[in-house]
């Protein structure tokens, strides 16, 4: 095996940053074979299940490789002894972190894809590595000056997917269909005395996280559903008990709950959150999208100004948040070019398909190639 992509989770954020450039690297002559996975214990059993059952389900491509999960990762797997490159979020849990040791002792490329927006606690790149950052303002912020790390701009996959309306229903959810009562903000009358609905929209839970602190996240999710009608809905990460408790207040004092099973792009009207990706992924979809803090600490006004997120504030009508500028090609098809720059597309007689590989990216190196 030539390449390891290392996944801590099958989740929205790295599918798109990992999965979606290995769809297109399969599109090139003498790659998908040599394309190993490595994921959490959990995972790695449900997946192979699913292969091997033929499951529809399965997020990898057919025929996949997927790495045992070993206890000792000391010693590199035998599959991976002729590893060249490794494509990870980074080396801070356990997958990426056996994928970056291996890496070190086969002398493999470590190759970092950012995955979400970079906020202030998130882990150190690791050394020697290269990061394929969403923008070059996000690249600068995390190498911070480093001149052992390289990056390279290419975008953001999950956003070129947002504005594209990839896996967005034909008819989406309201954004009420929750499980509490409604405030009653939605409901309004026409010039012409006809009834006519206003959509509040869906305020991004972040209650679980620990960048901030949960009463200033909660005031914040208050403050904006109560002035707006807009529906609270949870993060999937907000199953513990206190968070479920304040679910439970805030649905007797009149807020709608929402279900954090259902996708944004199901949702409909605006969209708020204190510094959740999601606010990017609306802009990028159309959608009006702020956010708001009762009183924002350093590191997050500096977040929203490198992001360009408006902030929302009681009795105001701020401008929308603007979609992030757009790179020129699609982010995992330049990935795919960056991990595999020799290669070339199958051709109708490789494949037995008229499937075509698009053209030669546009990167933009930073600091070198490693």
């Given at each position: 095996m030539h390449t390891l992509v290392a996944l801590d989770s099958l989740g929205p954020t790295q599918t798109a940053a990992l999965l979606r450039p290995t769809e297109r690297a399969a599109l090139l002559q003498g790659v998908a074979d040599g394309v190993a996975y490595l994921l959490p214990q959990e995972l790695s059993v449900r997946v192979v299940t699913d292969m091997v059952t033929g499951s529809r389900h399965s997020p990898l491509p057919t025929r996949a490789r997927v790495v045992d999960t070993v206890a000792d990762i000391s010693r590199v797997p035998e599959v991976l002894r002729h590893l060249d490159q490794v494509l990870?979020?980074?080396?801070?849990?356990?997958?990426?972190?056996?994928?970056?040791?291996?890496?070190?002792?086969?002398?493999?490329?470590?190759?970092?894809?950012?995955?979400?927006?970079?906020?202030?606690?998130?882990?150190?790149?690791?050394?020697?590595?290269?990061?394929?950052?969403?923008?070059?303002?996000?690249?600068?912020?995390?190498?911070?000056?480093?001149?052992?790390?390289?990056?390279?701009?290419?975008?953001?996959?999950?956003?070129?997917?947002?504005?594209?309306?990839?896996?967005?229903?034909?008819?989406?959810?309201?954004?009420?269909?929750?499980?509490?009562?409604?405030?009653?903000?939605?409901?309004?009358?026409?010039?012409?005395?006809?009834?006519?609905?206003?959509?509040?929209?869906?305020?991004?839970?972040?209650?679980?996280?620990?960048?901030?602190?949960?009463?200033?996240?909660?005031?914040?999710?208050?403050?904006?559903?109560?002035?707006?009608?807009?529906?609270?809905?949870?993060?999937?990460?907000?199953?513990?008990?206190?968070?479920?408790?304040?679910?439970?207040?805030?649905?007797?004092?009149?807020?709608?709950?929402?279900?954090?099973?259902?996708?944004?792009?199901?949702?409909?009207?605006?969209?708020?959150?204190?510094?959740?990706?999601?606010?990017?992924?609306?802009?990028?979809?159309?959608?009006?999208a702020w956010v708001t803090h009762p009183a924002p600490p350093a590191w997050l006004l500096e977040f929203w100004d490198r992001y360009g997120m408006t902030r929302w504030q009681p009795g105001t009508d701020p401008t929308p948040t603007l979609a992030l500028p757009e790179p020129t090609t699609e982010p995992a098809t330049a990935i795919a070019a960056h991990l595999f720059p020799g290669a070339a597309p199958h051709t109708e007689r490789d494949s037995g398909s008229s499937s075509h590989h698009p053209g030669p990216n546009t990167l933009r190196p930073r600091g070198g190639q490693p």
């Open positions: 990870a979020v980074g080396n801070y849990l356990a997958p990426g972190a056996a994928a970056y040791r291996w890496a070190c002792a086969t002398g493999a490329r470590f190759t970092v894809v950012q995955h979400g927006l970079l906020a202030h606690q998130v882990p150190p790149l690791p050394a020697q590595s290269h990061l394929l950052a969403f923008t070059e303002r996000d690249a600068d912020w995390w190498r911070a000056g480093r001149t052992d790390v390289t990056t390279t701009t290419v975008g953001s996959q999950l956003l070129w997917e947002a504005a594209r309306g990839v896996g967005t229903p034909e008819e989406p959810s309201r954004p009420g269909a929750g499980t509490g009562a409604g405030t009653g903000a939605g409901a309004g009358t026409g010039a012409d005395g006809a009834a006519t609905t206003f959509d509040p929209g869906v305020f991004l839970g972040q209650l679980h996280g620990a960048e901030l602190a949960r009463r200033d996240a909660a005031r914040a999710a208050l403050t904006y559903c109560r002035a707006t009608g807009a529906v609270y809905r949870p993060h999937p990460a907000e199953t513990d008990k206190l968070s479920r408790m304040t679910h439970a207040v805030w649905q007797r004092q009149g807020l709608t709950i929402g279900s954090s099973a259902t996708p944004l792009a199901r949702t409909t009207g605006p969209v708020a959150a204190v510094f959740s990706t999601g606010v990017l992924e609306a802009a990028a979809a159309g959608r009006p």
